[in-house]
């Protein structure tokens, strides 16, 4: 079955720290990969994507992603967090050409000032 | 650009009421999906339409629920009895055909007591 997998689901850290959040997706084929971020009590808002081309995709506020086709893996990177990055963060995979998202169990992380 | 705009942003009903949430679009978006979110499932894929046909409706739980697109600017998620398993957060997002990253409504948050 389709699935993407996030394995950390809680990660707390302390400002300055780097980050790593894990996503791993199961498809066969071309996919499209994203990161949405859920600040608390807001909806989500998309991070960064990956169609094609460099693997390592730069997104808003400093995040950035890179896709690993060999290890199904689209992991989220931050070099130094801050506390307002705690928020909870989404995987998202979608089959080229569709348009239906399959959204990862999500990775909830404090930043402790 | 108001984004996508749901109504209400808080709804508590009794059991066996029929509940409906609204959805405005932004304009010009021919996608439009419904995605309900617990703690327990996370976000799951309720129904998505594509020019205010319903494309796939596989996610809808049951009969209980249902949604309509009677024009390009509006749609309705409706529950008919309400039960308290129901209660969660209801979001709605909207694209463009081949802008495949979502811009989500700020959800509305639902309690069946």
């Known amino acids: 079955a389709q699935s993407v997998s996030q394995h950390n689901h809680h990660v707390i850290l302390s400002e300055a720290a780097s980050l790593e959040l894990g996503c791993n997706y199961s498809?066969?084929?071309?996919?499209?990969l994203f990161w949405y971020v859920q600040y608390p009590g807001q909806h989500l808002q998309l991070l960064l994507k990956?169609?094609?081309?460099?693997?390592l995709v730069k997104g808003i506020k400093g995040f950035e992603a890179e896709f690993i086709k060999s290890k199904f893996s689209f992991n989220l990177r931050k070099p130094s967090v801050q506390w307002s990055d705690t928020a909870e963060y989404f995987c998202?995979?979608?089959?080229?050409?569709?348009?239906?998202?399959?959204f990862g169990t999500g990775t909830r992380l404090k930043v402790l000032a | 650009d108001a984004g996508v705009i749901q109504s209400p942003r808080h709804e508590v009903t009794e059991m066996g009421q029929e509940v409906t949430l609204r959805c405005k679009p932004i304009s010009g978006h021919d996608y439009l999906f419904w995605y309900r979110q617990t703690m327990m499932r996370g976000l799951e894929l309720l129904i998505y339409?594509?020019?205010?046909?319903?494309?796939?409706d596989s996610g809808m739980p049951e009969d209980r629920f249902s949604a309509k697109m009677p024009n390009a600017s509006f749609s309705t998620l409706k529950i008919q009895p309400s039960e308290p398993r129901d209660s969660a957060v209801y979001f709605c997002?909207?694209?463009?055909?081949?802008?495949?990253?979502?811009?989500f409504g700020s959800g509305t948050r639902l309690t069946v007591v």
């Open positions: 997002a909207s694209t463009r055909a081949g802008n495949y990253g979502y811009t």
């Open positions: 998202a995979a979608l089959r080229t050409g569709t348009y239906k998202y399959i």
């Open positions: 339409f594509n020019n205010n046909v319903p494309i796939d």
């Open positions: 498809y066969g084929g071309t996919v499209n």
């Open positions: 990956y169609f094609s081309g460099d693997p």
